[in-house]
């Protein structure tokens, strides 16, 4: 078995306040995960680690074999949940700005997912609705040929037509060599595409396994397993 | 780095436009102004209002060019939007340099864009003949001409990596405090106040102070002006060089975004 990414009593602290305590991860090739939990579990700043725009307070991770450096974001295609695409760009602009700084970036690959997640080429990136920037983020996030894929909160605030886009997009562009680890809190969305889930709460596993095993001991839904570990909240 | 340039430029294209607009509605403005002074009046005082008009040119220039040096990385380290940058697999250092190569060349270009409106406004405020050959330069006096360039070169630099520094220091060692602004401000007095520390060893050093170079005799010699300026550029090298490699360390290795 290949684990892409390998972290070990992963500890992140924001000055007294523990953000990540000791996360004993694996992520192996071919699977999605997903990371659920609700907002301030820990997801994201998890995500940002793995990305190496956070750096941790302790522990150790290991990025397909190297230790996370701006050698590893050449491995991870990383699409956080801010509007992180310059609203100063054309649609075609940050494809090309994708293209200069992403060897692995299939611009043919994007354009026909353009297309197809019905995006202008020629439109300004402020002038978007909030439904096609995260179309449009999705879409050069996927269009990388990464071996690790990070999406965090990608079907949030969408409207039903997104968010089917976007779930179709992750299902057909998904590589069996690369792992893609999505975040969200709506569970119900896209459980069906799920092999393993992790639960996050205040910073710690407090769960974690295959999905369809989880489903059949539990005799629940991911859904129902999910308000069962949140209810308390 | 030259891709990391290119959309630098791609992004400031707008700005520049922009710029580039209202510098020429102001310079039609500004000869409004002038030509509607009494004929006479200005015969007079055209010299005094040519130098106002150097010096208001340049300052004026020179704010907007420190605030869009302050601006080109503030806004990528604070904005939701930097991080299209900083995903990319570029190292922090890199970062940083192409960043300050790209400042250094809009600074050559706003440079140009003043020499050129001073000199076509001499031409039609009737300045006289500008009687200047570079032949005339002699060759100690080219030392001096391009130790000033440097030094200002580096200047520029040293205040962009000192504001950079700063706001790197925020952004990864003092992530997730309270009062932002205050830190940030407080962060870089205490990097000028540590440069002044780092140019009085360095003078030592040197065993040069600008108090043994006397530049302000009246029979200053160009001598003295050269000494000071080699002490002045090294200084500043050093300065910067330190800067640099903090800030870049820091992208590297340290940053929260």
Sequence with gaps: MNYLINCINLQKNYMSKKALIDINLKFQEGKIYGLLGPNGSGKTTLMKIFADLHKQTSGELVICDEKPSHKTRAYVAYMPTENFIYGWMKVKESLGFYADMYADFDKEKAIELLKFMEIDMNQKVSSLSTGQRARLKITLTISRKAKIYMLDEPLNGLDPISRSKIKECIIDQFDAEGVMIISTHLVNEIEQILDEVVFLDHGEVILAGETEKMRLEKGKSLEEIYKEVYGHA | ?257
Excluded at chain 2, 49 to 60: M, R, T
Excluded at chain 2, 77 to 93: I, S
Excluded at chain 2, 210 to 239: D, H, K, P
């Design chain 2, 1 to 257: 780095m030259l891709k990391l340039i290119k959309f630098e430029f791609l992004r400031k294209r707008m700005t520049f436009l922009v710029a580039i607009a209202v510098t020429a509605l102001a310079q039609i403005y500004a000869l409004y102004q002038y030509f509607k002074i009494d004929e006479s009046v200005r015969t007079v005082i055209n010299g005094d209002i040519f130098g106002i008009f150097v010096g208001v040119v340049a300052l004026g220039f020179g704010l907007l060019y420190l605030i869009d040096v302050i601006l080109l990385y503030r806004n990528d380290l604070f904005k939701q939007e930097g991080y299209m940058l900083f995903m990319t697999p570029h190292n922090g250092y890199k970062l940083l340099g192409a960043k300050l190569l790209f400042a250094l060349l809009e600074g050559v270009c706003i440079a140009a864009t003043y020499l050129l409106i001073i000199f076509l406004n001499a031409k039609i405020m009737h300045m006289g003949p500008i009687n200047f050959s570079l032949s005339d330069i002699k060759p100690n006096e080219w030392q001096v001409i391009i130790k000033v360039l440097s030094i200002s070169i580096l200047g520029i630099l040293e205040f962009a990596l000192t504001v950079y520094l700063s706001f790197a220091l925020f952004k990864s060692l003092f992530n997730n405090t309270r009062f932002k602004g205050l830190i940030t401000f407080g962060i870089f007095i205490v990097i000028n106040i540590l440069k002044t520390k780092l140019v009085e060893v360095i003078g030592s050093l040197l065993g040069k102070t600008f108090e043994t170079v006397n530049i302000s005799s009246a029979n200053m010699m160009l001598e003295s002006v050269n000494a000071a300026l080699n002490y002045g550029i090294v200084a500043t090298l050093v300065s910067a060089v330190l800067l640099f490699a903090a800030t870049g360390y820091l992208l590297e290795n340290r940053i929260n975004l």
